[in-house]
Every structure is written in C-alpha cells, then in structure tokens.
C-alpha cells in the first residue's frame, strides 16, 4: 500500500510552487514606478528647478522624462551654482510631496528673465531636447546638485516632467514557498517511491539479496538527489544575500572615513569636475586659435580677458603695421600637465592649467576667472615656464585650491600684490633693497642685461634711457599651494623711454618696429615703448627660509608713442 502522505505532500508542493512563481510573475508588482510634475501655477516661471532634496530622494538613480514643444536645455550643476545662476529669475520648484506619488512645486514669481543657459561653464552636464528627452540622474559627484530646464531664460520652461525609476517593491515569500513546494514535492516523490521499493522484497521472498541491495543502493541514490536539490536552491537563494552582505560591510567599512573627509572638506569641494575643465579649455583653446588666424581681437572677447587680451590685442595691431612682427605663443587645451582649482563657493572663481600643445616649446600656465555665475571663464594670464623651474605643487585635486586674496598675505611672506610689486622694483633697480627677493631666475636676468645694455650701448650716447617696471594690483591673482605657500599670477607695465641728451640730438627709429609703428625715422623729441609682463611667482609660506621665486613669464611689445 502507497504511502498516505506522499500525494498530499506532491499537491501541497506543486501548489506552492505555482503560488510562488505567480508572485514572481502575473501577480508581480510593476517593475517601474513614476511621478509627474503638475504644472498649476508654473506657467510664467522661465525656469524649473529639481531641487536637491527630490534628487537626494533616487540616490540610487531615476529616469527624467521632459517633454516640451519649444527647444530647452537640461543642466547639471552644483546645487549653489545652480541657485547663484538662477538668482532672481521667476521659477519653478520641483521638491518632494507628501507621499511617493506625487510632487510639490513652489513658485519664484519674480517676472523676471535669465540668460540663455545653453554653454554655461558652470553646468556638469548639459543636454539639449526638442519634444522629448530622457536623461538617467545619477549624482556626478559628493555634494548637493540641482537640475535645470529651461528654454532661451525668457521663454516658459519646460513643466511636464516625468520621473521614473524602479520598484523596489518586491513579493518577499515567492522564492521560499517557490524552495518549499520543491522540497515538499521532492519528499512527496522519495515516499511514494520508497513505499513501492519496500513493497518488491515481500512479494519475491525467494529472489536473491542482490535485488535487495539494488534497492537499498537506490534509496540512498534518491535521498542523496533530494539533498542536491535542497543545497542547490539553498545555495542559488543565499549567495546573492552572501554578496550583497559582503558588499554592504566593504561600503560600510570605507563610507565612514569618506564621510568623515566630507565633512571636514565641506565648502572646499573644486568650483568645477575635469569634465567641465576640458569642455572650458577647449572653448578657450579654440577662440583663440580663431583669433590668431584672423588677427582679430574681437574674436577672443567671448572667452579672453585682462592681461592675456590686452597682450594679445596689441600683437595683432603691431603685425598689421609690422609683418615680421612674432605671432604670440599658441594656446593649447591639451596635453593637461597639471592643474589647480579654487574652491570659492562665490565670485570671482579662478582656475590655472598648464598645457603643453605641438607649438608650445615649453608649457605653459594658464589663468581662468570667471567673475560670476551668468559669465563664462575667460583666459585672462597666459605665461610660459621658465628653463629650470616648475610649477608649484598644489592640493590634492579632490581638495582644491583656497583663493588668496590679493591684497592680504594670509599665511604668506608677503601678499601677493606685494609680491609682484617687489618684482616691478627689482627689474626698475636690480641693486636696490628688493633685489634679493627673488631667486636667480631667466626672465629676471634677461631683462635686466637687456637694460644694461641699451643704457651702455655706445650708439645710445646721446639719449637718455631709462626703464620703470609697474604692478597693475587689478591683475593679481592668488592660489594655495600645498606646502601652504601660494601661486600668484601678475602683470607688470615695462616703459622704456629714450629722450635726446640736448638740443639737435635725436633717436633714431630707422629700421626698427618703431618705425612701422609711428611712422617716423627719428624723433627729436623722444619716444616712450611700453611692454606688458605677465608673471607667474611662487610665494613661501610665512616664517621660512626660502625665496620668492619667478616660474614663468610672457612678454608682449604693447605701444611706441612719440612725445
């Protein structure tokens, strides 16, 4: 006779079975949940902002559906950036709602426009859409971020907006009845069978015991499958948990100092991501590789500035009068050798690469500074290194660069613009009481045998010449170094002014750049040349032994007047 509890143990498991499979499938949760944006009152905001608490809500990241009629621009940014670029302008406030299913939108109704955000240096990354577009958040960094959608800034911004991610939801028991209808099936079968085995031996009493031993060898064959399957769909169930387990104790094991290093690097996160440096350089790179060819200096006013445009703009004015005249060094967006950003959450932002292109015989140091939130970077220094130094070691990049302000010495031997200035009076008097500021550098030497020379040339005996060296404070700017010193960048006038000793002396231009420039063979009057010297300098850090230093430097022939 069968087994009574071997058919109710095979139904029992099979059902269960069914039942666990069906949760894994037809009666399985949707494997996406969404939310949309409702856009009651957000008609007149000419931008919509996800703020950073919704994004911090899908952390482990959503899918951003916007659709609009009109062309739009998504943007991603830090979340102070964000905030500092949007400023006034009427918005639209994307935040969480009271539940999971909905959204909460607060409203900036100020009337008021923005800028076109399309280009921005400040966006991490920027996407353009047309109809519909869908974007995958995911944070690109520690910090707070903020998403941006908006047309041209005075357009309406795009209001329908989907967000969508996966349903976490889950059918906790399918797997366990799924793993326990097995078993109980399995064990309902190895009765069953058991039973008609044990039946065999009493019915052939006269048959040999190696029958007997078939069937003994056979029972433990079925048991041992019965073990396998067990084992084996214990092992499928546990090893996922086992990794995610193992998984969760290394991020565990590694979040606590993360967290800990975030907190003390909290408000010196670097202003900008390589991906957004290499996006700055290369715009920079390209203007004024276009600028070059055309020897046009309204072609660099989108992203060059300061000193590196007035030296600029003055090369390209003497070539048209002069064409031998030395075109000035390229620019070059890349091989990066090294890099250092500030990390001033406000504004003006100041960030140095130094490059080195195929027409770049040495590399070169690159300022950029934007001056706020709505400007882009401009290049507004551009110094090649001198023969035998090098740049001076800054912060981990992860850490950024503190900016110094120019007129305080914060730390330093002396400040900046004190720095530069002692520059000016040791190229003016290289045996005054600066002299020693310095170290021994190329630029300093070449300029001041230059001097001497002219002054003891005997063809100049009957002029008088004399060089002043002047700091512009407006063009100084400064950059933590490691060591606790710092990078500055300044920019130095250079006037060389000759003038006839006495009445029916004169200078003679013939043949010279001067010539081309004023017209004029000789001047009995005199003339006065200007240069612009854009310098790059390492200040130690207060209270050591070691020297101010000149690491890098840029010369450009600004004007010739007669007087």
Known sequence: MRNKFAVPLIVLGVLLMLIGIGQRTFWAPPETQSVSMEAEGAEDAVVTVLEPELLAEYSDGTEITVRSDAPFTLAVGRANDVQAWVADAAAARLTPGEDSSSLAVGTDKTGKTAPNPAGSDLWVVEESGEGELSYDWKAPGEGDWRILLATDGTAPAPTDVTLTWENDATRPFAVPLIVIGALLAVLGLALAFLRSGSDGPRRSSRRSAGPDAGTADRQPSVSGTTSAFTA????????????????????????????????????????????????????????????????????????????????????????????????????????????????????????????????????????????????????????????????????????????????????????????????????????????????????????????????????????????????????????????????????????????????????????????????????????????????????????????????GAAQELLSANLK
């Open 232 to 551: 084996a769909a214990v092992s499928r169930r546990r090893r996922p948990a086992f990794l995610a387990a193992a998984a969760a104790a290394v991020l565990a094991a590694g979040s606590a100092p993360a967290a800990a290093m975030a907190d003390e690097s909290a408000g010196s996160q670097p202003v900008i991501v390589d991906s957004q440096l290499t996006r700055i350089l290369d715009s920079v790179a390209g203007t004024v590789e276009a600028g070059d060819a055309a020897k046009d200096a309204s072609m660099l006013t989108p992203r060059v500035g300061g000193a590196a445009y007035a030296m600029r703009a003055a090369n390209y004015a003497v070539a048209a009068k002069s064409a031998d005249h030395e075109a000035p060094v390229p620019v070059a967006a890349e091989t990066l050798r090294t890099q250092s950003i500030g990390t001033a959450a406000d504004w003006p932002r100041t960030v140095v690469a130094v490059t080195q292109g195929e027409g770049n015989p040495v590399p070169q140091a690159l300022l950029l500074v934007q001056e706020s939130a709505r400007d882009n970077y401009k290049l507004v220094s551009a110094v090649q290194m001198l023969p035998a130094s090098t740049f001076p070691q800054p912060p981990a990049a992860t850490d950024g660069s503190a900016q110094i302000p120019a007129d305080s010495d914060n730390g330093l031997a002396m400040s900046p613009q004190d720095a530069v200035a002692a520059l000016a009076d040791s190229l003016t008097n290289p045996e005054g009481e600066k002299k020693d500021t310095f170290g021994a550098n190329r630029f300093s030497e070449d300029v001041v045998k230059f001097q001497q020379q002219v002054q003891s040339d005997p063809k100049n005996e009957f002029a008088t010449n004399t060089f002043q060296h002047a700091a512009d404070p407006k063009e100084t700017y400064a950059l933590r170094t490691d060591d606790g010193g710092a990078i500055v960048f300044g920019y130095l006038s250079n006037t060389f002014s000759s003038t006839p000793k006495e009445a029916g002396d004169s200078v003679n231009l013939e043949g010279t750049v001067y010539q081309a420039l004023t017209g004029e063979t000789n001047t009995d009057k005199g003339i006065d040349v200007t240069h612009g010297e854009a310098v790059m300098l390492y200040v130690p850090a207060s209270g050591g032994t070691g020297q101010a230093l000149v690491v």
